[in-house]
């Protein structure tokens, strides 16, 4: 699987290929935790929907819709939460898109102080470590970035 493909005279970025390598990645540094009884394919359809379902809820609700579903998600015992966690970071990520091209502040809800938390108990249930937690979100944030771009550019 190749990162760049050459067609017609330009060379192309395959974001699918960085994907799966990504998540292959991924899947070898959560060897040991809650991740490990999840495939790649499980793990890149909940980041798609995740993408999906955030870009939807702010066309339709704003930010306040993106705080009360990302909330409700946490709160459901039967959620898988790493999902929640990547619905948290599309909503994050979104927020950052919106304060841009505005002059509103960010929302403290999707700010550091409050999103660690939040993603804590999750990384913790899943008996990972801060660095396992830090290495976990500086891969995943650039993969949700892009899909959530990729749906707000349709």
């Known amino acids: ?42 793990v890149e359809k909940d980041l798609k929907k995740a993408a999906r379902s955030s870009v939807a809820i702010y066309k339709k609700g704003g930010m306040s819709g993106l705080i009360s579903a990302t909330q409700g998600c946490y709160n459901k015992s039967d959620k898988n939460k790493f999902y929640c966690v990547y619905f948290d970071l599309a909503s994050r990520h979104i927020d950052q898109i919106f304060i841009e091209g505005t002059n509103f502040p960010p929302n403290i809800f999707f700010a550091d ?42």
Request: charged share 20%; glycine share 2%.
């Open 1 to 42: 699987m190749k990162l760049l493909v050459y067609q017609k005279g330009k060379v192309y970025f395959n974001f699918t290929a960085f994907l799966v390598i990504n998540l292959f990645i991924l899947s070898s540094l959560l060897f040991n935790t809650f991740a490990q009884a999840r495939t790649a394919a499980d």
């Open 113 to 154: 102080e409050q999103f660690g938390p939040r993603v804590a108990e999750v990384f913790t249930n899943a008996n990972m470590d801060m660095t396992q937690c830090n290495d976990y979100l500086a891969k995943m944030t650039p993969i949700i970035n892009k899909l959530v771009e990729d749906i707000l550019q349709k």
